[in-house]
């Protein structure tokens, strides 16, 4: 079962413009951690932002977190070819197993 | 830090053959996590351990599948009786405590013929 919601599923954008996806889970957390996936290889992570936090950043990206509304977002800003992937959000359970569930992704097409 | 390290890198069986998956964390890592992934989905939580220890397992996961971390160190995913559902990708991570990021290898593909 998945524990979060990514939209939009896909994304094409011109290299340059910005990228925003969005995360939707449904019980409430302890941190939230954004990753993304390179056809074919492993997940590498971007983000953690945890849930007394509201914003962070880190280079290019930026993360919101609401609580209330039990959302996230990613931005990417200026994006390049390379940024082509696709992209998860991940959240543990506040109670305390401390396991991480993956949402279904946004995949994320920068045409250069 | 070498990385957490999956072997083999692809895998084919036949239908009702058993196979067996390794992965190596980074050294430091007390935490391990399994997930398999499909195509087109996100990763799905198998199981995990802290240390030698199995915390949690999947209740999605038949008693086909078993997975070992002998000593804390390295894991183990045994599949048995394998099934064509059973085709995916199977991605292990290692993280050093709770709160921490997840550091995942390039996973091992299952393909069941």
């Known amino acids: 079962s998945q524990q979060g919601e990514e939209d939009p599923q896909a994304l094409s954008i011109q290299e340059g413009e910005n990228a925003t996806m969005n995360c939707s889970y449904k019980?409430?957390?302890?941190?939230l951690q954004w990753y993304r996936q390179n056809s074919g290889r492993g997940l590498v992570h971007l983000i953690l932002i945890r849930s007394n936090e509201r914003e962070k950043h880190s280079g290019r990206l930026r993360v919101t977190l609401d609580t209330s509304k039990k959302s996230s977002s990613l931005l990417i800003t200026a994006s390049r070819a390379a940024d082509t992937a696709s992209y998860f959000c991940?959240?543990?359970?506040?109670?305390?197993?401390?396991?991480?569930?993956f949402g279904t992704g946004t995949r994320l097409k920068v045409l250069a | 830090d070498t990385g957490v390290s999956q072997d083999p890198r692809h895998k084919i069986t036949k239908r009702g053959q058993n196979v067996t998956f390794r992965c190596d964390p980074i050294s430091e890592h007390n935490r391990l996590y399994w997930y398999r992934q499909t195509l087109g989905q996100g990763p799905e939580f198998l199981t995990y351990f802290q240390n030698e220890a199995q915390l949690e397992k999947s209740r999605l996961l038949s008693d086909r599948f078993s997975a070992e971390r002998p000593k804390g160190s390295f894991s183990t995913l045994e599949i048995q009786r394998t099934e064509q559902g059973d085709s995916a990708m199977y991605l292990c991570?290692?993280?050093?405590?709770?709160?921490?990021?997840?550091?995942f290898g390039n996973g091992t593909r299952l393909t069941v013929t």
């Open positions: 991570a290692s993280g050093p405590s709770i709160n921490s990021p997840l550091h």
């Open positions: 019980t409430s957390i302890n941190n």
């Open positions: 991940a959240t543990d359970a506040s109670s305390g197993t401390y396991k991480y569930i």
